[in-house]
């Protein structure tokens, strides 16, 4: 479903991401996890389509999002790590906007649009300008608009920033739900905790570089620790 | 004073660190680029003020008083400028910036982080008012021969005007914000400044000063001269600056010190003011500000059916811009100012004294009716450069979206394209079709003039929208000001040169062909192959200036970081 091979980002000459390699199958909750700086917002920006590669693909659905940009990104639904929006629109025209973009049908708008504000608890706030909108709900609405056109695959940066603990749980179990039906979710986040709890399998970014990957048990064998939970896993593989 | 020093370092060093750039090589050019038109300006101010001041002097009997009233009126515009220019930088400085959280929340006395801002403030809006005040009032020096104790003396007083306008403007804003939060005041003040300043052009331009060359009005000139005699107000600062200059201009220096000295207590009166004053009302402000906007407006969700025929992309691109721009009251006060340019505008044509003219008529009306042309271009410039340039920027932070949505950029940046060609077009013909009624041209010159705006407003028009997503600001507060950045200054340079160029290929084969209509005599083959080949190069050009500026704006956006 994802595919990204050599996968390399060169800021002038510094290395951001360096030859990444992986798969995530479809269904799959992949976790990305790493220290500040790592590679992860940059990997999932090249993932969405929002910055070139230096060198490198990502496949998604079989796809190169380099070849077919257009193609590749309507099978995926991009939350970014911080929801900048259009300030000027309201919940509701701000979805009507990305429905039209991603040609989703009238009738199909018009149901999933009042579903997601229902799940997302914004229908309140449809009619509302998004200038008003706390941090949280921007980010709610931004997930409300990505799963807007029914996505194979959701590529998402830190999902639990500014949301409430009603909110993390309800996430969480709407991903669980959405890979159940076969959406696959590739996921960079800090909540360690979130993480072990969802993913199938983690990848650990260090400096540009997949230091570990497999499910929380592997990555507690290649410790060498049974015990340990992932925060000591990281700890570990990302000390300098 | 020490934490005032260390609060304003943050924007020394921002200012130092621009030279740790990496792309040194293109900010030399930018800067030689602002520099030549800096330089260039300056001196044209100076040339200028030194022709006039240098005329007025020299005409008998009332030289002096026409010079003097001048400088008045000079030093009151400066002083007014300063006020309103030092009002909205000290609102958004000291009580919209996003890192006033970040500063309220360190151990430091409310008073002090006012003092910071305040010196930040009064430096960005006085510095310009002032380098290009000076000019004028080093002419004065010159033509009257004044000694160095005179430029000496207009520096300070100058300075020091500048001052008392920061001090006369922040605690203004001080009172004000306690009544009304800060982010509508600038919207208001925005507004009023606007009306104030429309109000006094329109009220110099219906007075019709082109009536001052016929020498039937000049009875009146006299009159109004004798009014000219009257003093001006003592209560305004700009008066004691006035009194300054104009005593070490005819060499009382004393005189000039002390009215200097007596500015210079006032600017002493007016800083311990406005820090007392802060002392007790700035946070209590800024709090008020930033108490969060809850639900302001609530818009009931309507489909635009009108928009149906288009292409969902296109429609969703096109409603967004539509709704984003008119629920911006910032863009209020630009339309507004742009109908008075156009009002302004077609007035001229039908204010012009054409029967007083030496030229027979038939030729100057169809003559300015060409250069017309030029000059509704140069109008559609300047909208352009108000609204289409800062289109993509005006995308802000929420670029990404655009990036990640499964569109591509040229389509997106000819979505944009038509959201501004569409009504500058309309707005441009009207504007050739209304000002050549009034001119009463020829029906040769009325279908020259529509065909050649229909040939030249998709050009300017991708010139703004190419060039502007060349060189985005996604960063700026406000996108409406990227026009004075590097991009905008090529954007304007561009377009000019493109509508000049088009302005001169056709000079000569519609002059060729005017003739003929009026003489009735039939054109040469060699005058119908140069009529052909201009006009052929004229469309030709129209098709790259459309082109070319769209590839270079899609190829530099998609490089771009974000």
């Keep these: 479903m994802i595919e990204l091979i050599e996968l390399t980002k060169k800021y002038n000459d510094f290395p951001a991401v360096n030859g990444l390699n992986l798969v995530v199958e479809k269904g799959e909750i992949f976790g990305f996890i790493g220290p500040n700086g790592a590679g992860k917002t940059t990997t999932i920006n090249m993932m969405g389509g929002v910055l070139a590669p230096t060198s490198g693909a990502v496949m998604i659905c079989g796809i190169n999002i380099q070849d077919h940009p257009k193609k590749a990104k309507s099978k995926i639904g991009y939350i970014p790590d911080r929801p900048y929006l259009y300030e000027k629109l309201t919940g509701i025209e701000f979805l009507e906007f990305m429905g039209d973009l991603y040609g989703v049908d009238e009738n199909t708008f018009l149901n999933r649009s009042q579903g997601n504000l229902r799940l997302f608890s914004l229908s309140e706030w449809a009619n509302d300008l998004i200038e008003s909108y706390s941090h949280g709900m921007k980010q709610r609405l931004v997930m409300a608009a990505a799963l807007l056109h029914d996505p194979e695959v959701v590529i998402i940066d830190e999902p639990m920033v500014g949301l409430d603990p009603l909110a993390i749980n309800m996430v969480k179990s709407l991903f669980q739900h959405l890979a159940k039906e076969g959406v696959t979710i590739f996921m960079s986040t800090h909540t360690l905790k979130v993480a072990e709890d969802i993913c199938d399998r983690i990848g650990i970014i260090h400096k540009g570089s997949l230091v570990a990957m497999g499910s929380p048990e592997d990555l507690k064998r290649d410790i060498q620790n049974k015990d340990a939970d992932l925060e000591e896993i990281f700890i570990k593989l990302t000390k300098e | ?562």
Aim: aromatic fraction near 16%.
């Design chain 2, 1 to 562: 004073m020490k934490d005032v020093i260390t609060l304003l370092r943050p924007r020394f060093l921002s200012f130092k660190n621009k030279g740790l750039l990496k792309n040194k090589s293109g900010r030399g050019y930018k800067l030689a680029l602002f520099g030549f038109f800096g330089i260039f300006f300056w001196g044209g101010i100076f040339i200028v003020s030194l022709r006039v001041i240098g005329y007025f002097k020299e005409i008998e009997g009332f030289g002096d008083i026409l010079t003097y009233k001048l400088l008045s009126m000079i030093l009151l515009t400066f002083f007014s400028l300063l006020i309103f220019s030092n009002m909205l930088t000290s609102l958004s400085k000291l009580y919209l910036s996003r890192d006033l959280s970040l500063l309220n929340s360190m151990p430091v006395p409310s008073y002090k982080i006012f003092i910071a801002r305040w010196i930040e403030s009064t430096l960005d809006s006085s510095w310009m008012v002032v380098l290009y005040t000076l000019p004028v009032l080093i002419s004065y020096g010159i033509v009257y021969g004044a000694g160095f104790i005179f430029y000496g003396n207009i520096v300070l007083v100058i300075l020091i005007l500048s001052v008392i306008a920061a001090g006369i403007s922040v605690i203004l804003i001080m009172i004000v914000v306690n009544f009304v939060p800060a982010n509508r005041i600038k919207n208001i003040f925005i507004f009023i400044g606007l009306c104030f300043f429309l109000i006094l052009f329109f009220a110099f331009r219906f007075l019709r000063p082109e009536r001052l060359v016929d020498p039937e009005a000049f009875s009146n000139v006299l009159f109004y001269l004798r009014s000219l005699k009257a003093p001006a107000p003592l209560y305004l600062p700009s008066t004691w600056a006035f009194d300054s200059i104009k005593a070490t201009l005819s060499g009382h220096i004393m005189q000039g010190l002390f009215h200097m000295a007596l500015s210079l207590s006032w600017a002493g009166i007016m800083v311990f003011s406005a820090i007392i004053i802060s002392n007790a009302y700035y946070f209590k402000g800024l709090s008020k500000t930033r108490t969060a906007q809850v639900r302001l407006f609530k818009y009931n969700y309507s489909d635009p059916r009108f928009l149906r025929f288009l292409p969902r992309s296109c429609r969703a691109f096109m409603l967004k811009e539509m709704r984003t721009f008119f629920r911006d009251q910032t863009q209020w006060s630009q339309l507004f100012l742009i109908a008075a340019l156009v009002i302004i505008y077609v007035y001229n044509f039908n204010a012009l004294p054409l029967e007083k003219a030496p030229i027979k008529t038939i030729y100057l009306q169809n003559l300015l009716s060409f250069l017309n042309i030029g000059l509704a271009a140069f109008v559609l410039i300047t909208i352009t450069a108000r609204f289409a340039y800062p289109a993509v920027s005006n995308e802000k932070d929420a670029f990404w979206l655009v990036k990640s949505v499964p569109i591509d950029l040229r389509h997106y940046l000819w979505i944009k394209f038509f959201v501004y060609f569409l009504p500058l077009f309309v707005l441009t013909e009207i504007l050739i079709i209304a000002t050549n009624i009034l001119l009463k041209v020829t029906t040769f010159m009325m279908a020259l003039s529509l065909v050649d705006i229909f040939l030249l407003v998709p050009g300017v028009v991708s010139m703004g929208i190419g060039f502007g997503a060349a060189y985005p600001d996604f960063k700026s507060e406000n996108p409406a000001q990227t026009v004075t950045s590097f991009g905008g200054l090529l954007f304007m340079m561009v377009c000019a040169g493109y509508v000049g160029t088009v302005i001169i290929i056709e000079a000569g084969p519609v002059y060729r062909l005017f003739m003929s209509n009026i003489q009735g005599r039939l054109l040469t083959v060699i005058e119908w192959v140069w009529i052909l080949g201009s006009f052929t190069l004229v469309f030709f050009l129209s098709i790259v200036a459309v082109i070319v500026p769209m590839n270079f704006g899609e190829k530099r956006l998609s490089k771009m970081l974000i």
